[in-house]
């Protein structure tokens, strides 16, 4: 069983950045692919990036040149930078982790564990 714990999310204006953070328990981190989805209220739990095991990465459309992921092995821990952020980035943002550790892992159903999310909120 591996848990995951994010961190980073806070109240940020519109243009601001932020770096969220996702530790994962376990010995087997660095086989993981690791992918961060968001929900904002009344939607549906959507893709935003996903790094493998080999460290290729993927991103949802929104995302492109604005977000980051990255791992860092050594750590346990994968990351997620956000830059130039706006209002509609607002949601509950989660970190997941995939035994395959294949790239490209963009669907929900892909992923065997979820962490709790982190709250980020772009204000206008």
């Known amino acids: 069983q591996v848990q995951l714990v994010e961190s980073g999310g806070r109240l940020v204006q519109t243009g601001g950045s932020l770096r969220l953070s996702c530790v994962a328990s376990g010995r087997t981190f660095r086989s993981y692919a690791m992918g961060w989805f968001r929900q904002a209220p009344g939607k549906e739990r959507e893709f935003v990036a996903t790094?493998?095991?080999?460290?290729?990465?993927y991103y949802g459309d929104f995302a492109k040149g604005r977000f980051t992921i990255s791992r860092d092995n050594a750590k346990n821990t994968v990351y997620l930078q956000m830059n130039s952020l706006k209002p509609e980035d607002t949601a509950v943002y989660y970190c997941?982790?995939?035994?395959?550790?294949?790239?490209?892992?963009?669907?929900?159903?892909?992923?065997?564990?979820w962490g709790q999310g982190t709250q980020v909120t772009v204000s206008s």
């Open positions: 790094i493998s095991s080999n460290s290729y990465t």
């Open positions: 997941a982790a995939d035994r395959s550790g294949m790239m490209g892992r963009v669907r929900l159903g892909m992923y065997d564990y």
